[in-house]
T-cell receptor, first 115, second 114 residues
Framework: EPEVTQTPSHQVTQMGQEVILRCVPI?????FYWYRQILGQKVEFLVS????????KSEIFDDQFSVERPDGSNFTLKIRSTKLEDSAMYFC?????????????FGQGTRLTVV | GNSVTQMEGPVTLSEEAFLTINCTYT??????LFWYVQYPGEGLQLLLK?????DKGSNKGFEATYRKETTSFHLEKGSVQVSDSAVYFC?????????????FGTGTRLTVIP
């Protein structure tokens, strides 16, 4: 069964460092998303990506964040200069044609720890 | 704005017990409602959904009915199994013309003991 895969499963980084979280969405999907969950809090929408550009983003997704689909298979989230409060579980998701009318498939998450 | 309020956990039940996890929502329009489940070490998986008022979503013995009058979407199962142990997330989405922007609850951890 096709699945969304994320690497690494756990990333530890020092405050101020850049970090790139990687995701391989399901191959024929068109919509890509990042969500995050700070420990004990809600899963929060960060950004959606369609047709090689951001289609929606939340207030959390400020200039420190960027997304890219560099090679047609990977979908990355970059945090330019990490802060302690960026520590969270980051989930990638993808969905097929129909966007919000189709199921979003999630990866297993990357746990980011900023020290 | 849009938000989801979910029953706080953790919930511990014996096998074959009845399960209810409460979920209420606030939305500006006419949302679709979802329950996602996360098994240990895995990603979020769609468990069931309902797209309009009075719809009942069901899967794997779980059910939830979209109640517009009480803005609720409570998850129920008549007889839980040890394999149902997981974290359950209630969510809503109002975007139909583009990206699926989901609003999640905090999640409820369910542990079923033999």
């Amino acid at each position: 069964e096709p699945e969304v895969t994320q690497t690494p499963s756990h990333q530890v980084t020092q405050m101020g460092q850049e970090v790139i979280l990687r995701c391989v969405p399901i191959s024929n999907h068109l919509y890509f998303y990042w969500y995050r969950q700070i420990l004990g809090q809600k899963v929060e929408f960060l950004v959606s990506f369609y047709n090689n550009e951001i289609s929606e983003k939340s207030e959390i997704f400020d200039d420190q964040f960027s997304v890219e689909r560099p090679d047609g298979s990977n979908f990355t989230l970059k945090i330019r200069s990490t802060k302690l409060e960026d520590s969270a579980m980051y989930f990638c998701a993808s969905s097929g044609e129909g966007g919000g009318n189709t199921e979003a498939f999630f990866g297993q998450g990357t746990r980011l720890t900023v020290v | 704005g849009n938000s989801v309020t979910q029953m706080e956990g953790p919930v511990t039940l014996s096998e074959e017990a009845f399960l209810t996890i409460n979920c209420t929502y606030t939305a500006t329009g006419y949302p679709s409602l979802f329950w996602y489940v996360q098994y240990p070490g895995e990603g979020l998986q769609l468990l069931l959904k309902a797209t309009k008022a009075d719809d009942k979503g069901s899967n794997k013995g779980f059910e939830a009915t979209y109640r517009k009058e009480t803005t609720s979407f409570h998850l129920e199962k008549g007889s839980v199994q040890v394999s149902d142990s997981a974290v359950y997330f209630c969510a809503l989405s109002e975007t139909w013309t583009g990206a699926n922007n989901l609003f999640f609850g905090t999640g409820t951890r369910l542990t079923v003991i033999p």
